[in-house]
């Protein structure tokens, strides 16, 4: 039997509403109504003057999403499907946001709960989910970014201190983050652990700490990442995390958030799907709507087509992954293909919208340049073919 078609499902093409539990309908229609409400109308002119919105940030405080599918600890617990729709409807509104939270929530709160003891969780996770202490994840170095397993940051043991040295680059919240998770080389064991530098009691970084902003990106200009500097900077030695001894470790934190950055980019794409599909109805061109034409159609049922498919792919990653079986090529694959075809997605809505498809004020360049970004971080779209590679031939390709 073939249903008639009675009304426009919208991005929802394959109604995967269905398959929802009411808890994660509330999340999406919370998030999606934030980010209607408070962020679309004033996010271009932060991202135009590469400003952080700040105060819309800690807002999102209040959404019931941070911490995201950490159980305990003052977080929500969500399902992964929950958390992912949360990033779906944050990055539709805006890009920098949603990365502001997943350097927080995903990669900070992540390494924590993750790699830290019991003791470590409770000490620091709490205030996190109450947006009291930010988070940031330091792995990319100016030398090594794919390479990242080869880091020269270096850690040393010194009594019941570490003293860390070495350079991170694109590291997001690094001027202002509380608590900066950083992964250095222990020059004891060569071995890569991550330790937790805070701020101090008065807000100041601890001497040796350096953070310079990285200015004049063309994409989640709202966001800024820093280069940072860390000269002899000391912490205590119980701020290195317990279960963060070799890179695996810190494996184990990208292969999940990798799973959150392949929801991300279907935000942008929604966005950009639906600015083009409103103006292909409304701007008439040799007489009429150009939604008339064959090949507008063509290419709004393609970009459908790659919506639907990101869709289905990380709902059902995220069950695999709530039960234990997705691996790193699992996620890798989902972080390839939607980072591509949502760029694809981003690039057809701007053409389709012609020269207006520029500006900023109609929404959908934002969102391209911003996928030029989802594109490389949390490890680029080759070195995710490369995980994949490596899991389906049994040869690493990487070196
Ligand atoms: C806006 C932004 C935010 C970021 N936020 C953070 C953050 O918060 N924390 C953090 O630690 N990092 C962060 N990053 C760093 C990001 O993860 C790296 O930029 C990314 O992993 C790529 O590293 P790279 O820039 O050094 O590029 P490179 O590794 O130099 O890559 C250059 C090119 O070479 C290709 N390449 C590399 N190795 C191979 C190979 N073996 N075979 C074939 N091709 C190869 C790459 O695919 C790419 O096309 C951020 C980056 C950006 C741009």
């Known amino acids: ?3 008639d078609v009675t009304a426009s499902l919208g991005t929802d093409y394959y109604l995967m509403d269905e ?13 999606r109504d934030f980010a209607d409400r ?10 135009q ?23 305990g600890y003052g977080c929500p617990g969500l399902s992964l499907v929950a958390t992912g729709l949360s990033a779906v409807e944050l990055s539709r509104g805006d890009g920098s946001l949603n990365t502001l939270l997943g350097v927080h929530s995903g990669l900070g709160m992540g390494s924590i709960y993750i790699c830290g003891s019991e003791e470590q969780r409770q000490r620091w996770l709490p205030a996190m989910a109450r947006m009291e202490k930010i988070g940031a994840f330091g792995l990319t170095e100016a030398k090594h970014g794919s390479d990242s397993v080869m880091l020269e940051t270096t850690c040393r043991r010194d009594g019941d201190e570490y003293v860390i040295n070495g350079e991170k680059r694109w590291i997001g919240a690094g001027t202002f983050a509380d608590v900066v ?28 700490y350096e953070a310079t902003p990285i200015k004049g990106k063309m994409g989640k200009r709202a966001v800024w990442q820093a280069d940072i500097k860390f000269t002899d900077v000391r912490v205590p030695a119980e701020n290195k995390l317990e279960n963060a001894n070799s890179f695996k470790d810190t494996s184990k934190v990208l292969t999940a958030t990798r799973a959150g950055v392949a929801w991300e980019a279907i935000g942008h794409a929604i966005a950009s799907y639906e600015a083009a599909l409103q103006y292909a109805q409304q ?9 008339g034409f064959q090949l507008i159609q063509n290419k709004l049922a393609n970009m459908l087509a790659e919506i639907t498919n990101m869709q289905l792919m990380v709902y059902r990653l995220s069950k695999l992954q709530e039960q234990g079986k997705m691996t790193g090529g699992m ?44 594109y490389t971080y949390e490890g ?9 590679g490596r899991e389906i031939t049994g040869v690493n390709a990487f070196a």
Request: glycine fraction near 8%; proline fraction near 3%; charge should be negative.
């Open 380 to 388: 680029t779209d080759t070195v995710q073919s490369l995980i994949v």
């Open 181 to 208: 998770v950083v992964w250095a080389r222990d020059v004891e064991d060569m071995q890569v652990k991550g330790l937790v530098v805070e701020k101090n009691e008065d807000g100041s970084y601890p001497e040796g």
């Open 1 to 3: 039997m073939i249903a």
């Open 283 to 291: 701007r008439v061109q040799f007489g009429k709507p150009i939604a």
């Open 331 to 374: 996620a890798s694959l989902a972080k390839m293909n939607n980072a591509k075809k949502a760029k694809q997605v981003c690039s057809d809505a701007r053409d389709i919208m012609g020269g207006n498809g520029v500006l900023l004020e109609y929404q959908v360049a934002r969102h391209l340049s911003d996928m030029e970004i989802v």
């Open 49 to 71: 003057k590469e400003e952080m919105p700040l105060e819309l940030f800690y807002k999102i405080g209040d959404l019931g999403i941070v911490g995201g599918s950490i159980e």
């Open 19 to 31: 398959l929802l539990t009411d808890e994660e309908r509330e999340v999406r229609d919370r998030v």
């Open 38 to 47: 408070e962020v679309i109308p004033v996010i271009n002119e932060f991202w």
